[in-house]
């Protein structure tokens, strides 16, 4: 009996001691984390400064993040343009170190956070191109790619069920909603809609890319709502 015990309590220490595993590429420019726990972008433990300055490309391929690691993506990491956050899991966290200003504040589980790629002074993140978000988010906070006006690629996944304010205002993105998504719709402009009882009713986004520009679009005789300034910035011929 003690044998046993003696083993599971080695197995359940290895299993907790297993450590995160970064994969860089020899130029520096693509780094990959699988283990991740939540603010492991925080300090030097995985990835340097230095690093961080030269990683163009960041893929969580398992594990926890939280409002610190966005907020180091978002600051510290100068170069990047292409993120993939879709294995990651988003925790919980409490304190001063997230992306919405020094202040203590509560930043829910499952939650993309407020200004996660635009700073808290609506600048949004100039390097950033492309971006998925975990598959287990289940929320959107406010102006989180605010004036990201390089990007080409960005998702709302399945599980969202609320987005703040102002998510994509301003951005360039083509955004794509997960077709299972119940709550929201995209189409292949990348124009974002509120769905009621599986109805486009209400339009929450149009991209500012030139995909929309210059162009007759039609919107669904479903819709009754148009959000301000869905349409910013747009070179749209008509409506």
Do not use: E
Request: glycine fraction near 8%; proline fraction near 3%.
């Amino acid at each position: 009996m003690k044998k046993i015990i003696l083993l599971l309590l080695c197995l359940w220490l290895g299993i907790g001691l297993q450590a995160q595993t970064l994969t860089i590429s020899p130029d520096g420019k693509t780094a990959s984390i699988s283990g991740s726990t939540a603010g492991c972008l925080v300090g030097t433990t995985v990835l340097s400064a230095a690093q961080k300055t030269t990683v163009t490309s960041l893929t969580i391929t398992s594990g926890a993040i939280d409002a610190t690691d966005f907020k180091v993506m978002r600051d510290a990491m100068t170069a990047l343009a292409d993120i993939d956050l879709s294995a990651a899991t988003i925790s919980q966290y409490i304190g001063t170190g997230g992306t919405n200003g020094a202040s203590s504040q509560t930043y829910p589980v499952n939650t993309v956070p407020t200004f996660a790629f635009c700073s808290t002074g609506y600048v949004g993140k100039a390097t950033i191109k492309t971006a998925k978000m975990p598959t287990t988010a289940t929320a959107y906070g406010n102006n989180i790619f605010y004036g990201c006006s390089n990007m080409t690629a960005a998702d709302v996944p399945s599980l969202v069920a609320t987005m703040g304010t102002n998510v994509f205002y301003m951005c360039s993105a083509i955004v794509t909603v997960d077709p299972a998504n119940t709550k929201f719709a995209s189409d292949a402009y990348g124009v974002v809609y509120g769905l009621t009882a599986g109805v486009k009713t209400s339009i929450l986004y149009g991209s500012t890319s030139t995909t929309l520009s210059a162009m007759d679009y039609t919107v669904p005789a479903t819709v009754t709502s148009i959000t301000a300034y869905a349409f910013v910035l747009n070179n749209l011929h008509s409506i």
